[in-house]
């Protein structure tokens, strides 16, 4: 196009190019947004606060990887700390050997007898997954947590000591507690009892709220436990059984004419965790769901003990549509651990090495996984398939994310640094049965045993082989995984203890 610029005044010509000059940048930062800094800056990326991205509409936005569970409670609040468990706590991490603040209880253990498969025993301590609550609330910092003596435990962090008693359930708790992360006075939390709970504690002693009953949905398949963390986002609850089945609760929280707290719940959708394949290929009916479930976007991620890796699209749930499955993978053995979430919207998924089957065998037990390729979402997998006897390979907990790392523990006692993108083995270092899931905060890696050790080591350059800053020995064996907050460490272990660590 020819402007006839010819004629025209010396400052009508500055003018007329200024005016087309802007109207062409506006174009250009219409059409993209960010566009600017790269047109003067060939070969920049745009700057993220430039590009004036839409705001995210969904359940969980994938790209809060290592952010806090919300902004109305301080804290780390249920397993592994955020929807898509990727949050671990806060530091300063202690660089040198901590020492231990207190012991909860005081003298003793928390113990208690309960029966599983193996029949009755005695239990004791904390066990497997069993991460504490840690959280700001009223001038204080709690720590919650339930227990092998069968109550869940409201303990002040500086002292030790109850802040409020005990509640009683009828059974043992292995699993995660969550707090309730919109600022409600509630700990949600399940029990070998048969039950899973919504408890108060905005008075001078806990009470019930809620609680449903693992024989309250049909058909159920395994037995009546609640080993998971729940999730709780805008009023709903998502939770697994090891009845086999997925929930979801409307809760319709709230305050009475008192003052208290309240909940309204109404269970909206549970659905099977199995399908008529999967008993098929693994032809028993262990499907249980131990795992914490994970939310990317609109789409509700659980595995089961079968080896069942789902994903439910929930877009629709607060209008009334029901749920879609709309992924589905099978590792081929027993999948306990929750599935973690990158920022670009990948799985990484830990098996169990029980079945030996083939699709276990070629699948391996560390899997990175792209939902958005439903018929072949395996991008990498590393193999863990030792097994001597009744030592066995896999995975039973949660990996953790760290730069270009995903971190697992292993059963049969190793901890591997694997590169996220390519899946090579970078480092590992040796312990004994690591059913914990590790700890990553301020470039240290936390981790437990059971032989009784407890580690740290730093992995701040994640090309280089860790180097470990200090170990100590609680003194038995460490299945649950630690929260970590304002640099103190708070974990208990089969001893029958509850401990915090940190740097007096």
Known sequence: MKLPLSGLPFQRKVALLAIIAV???????WVWPGAQNALFNPGAAPNPQQSQEPPFEGWWDARRVGDPYGTKVDGLLTFRGNPTRTFYGTGPVPRTKPQELWRYPKGGGMCAISSDENGPREWCGTGYTGQPAVFEREGRTWVVFGAYDKAVHFVDAKTGTDIIPKFETGDIIKGTVTIDPDGYPIVYTGSRDNFFRAIAFDGPKPRELWKISATAVKPTL?????????LILDDYLFEGGENGQFHIVKLNRGYGSDGKVSVKPELVFHTPSWDDQLLKDTKDNNVSVEGAVTVIGNVIYFANSGGLVQGWDISGLKEGK??????????????????????????????EYERLNQTSKNNGQMMKLDPRKPDNPLVWKVDEQFRDGEKKGGIYG???????????????????????????????LDMV????????????????????????????????????????????????????????????????????????
């Open 23 to 29: 109207g062409l940048l506006a174009g250009i930062v």
């Open 222 to 230: 395994w037995n009546d436990d609640w080993d998971a963390s729940a």
């Open 322 to 351: 029901k749920p879609e499955r709309v992924f589905r993978f099978w590792t081929g053995d027993d999948t306990d651990g929750a599935l973690v979430a990158d920022d670009q919207g990948f799985l990484y998924v830990g098996s």
């Open 398 to 428: 949660s990996p953790a994310i760290y730069k270009d790392l995903i971190i697992w523990g292993t059963n049969r006692g190793k901890i591997f640094g694997i590169d996220r993108e390519t899946g090579q083995k970078r480092w590992e």
């Open 433 to 504: 049965r690591v059913h914990m899931s590790p700890v990553v905060v301020d470039g240290v890696l936390l981790a437990g045993d059971c032989r009784g050790e407890f580690s740290a080591w730093d992995i701040s350059d994640t090309k280089a082989a860790p180097q470990q800053l200090w170990q100590m020995k609680p003194g038995s064996c460490i299945e649950s995984t630690p929260a970590v907050w304002k640099g103190n460490i708070y974990f208990g272990t089969r001893g029958g203890g509850f401990h915090a660590f940190g740097i007096r």
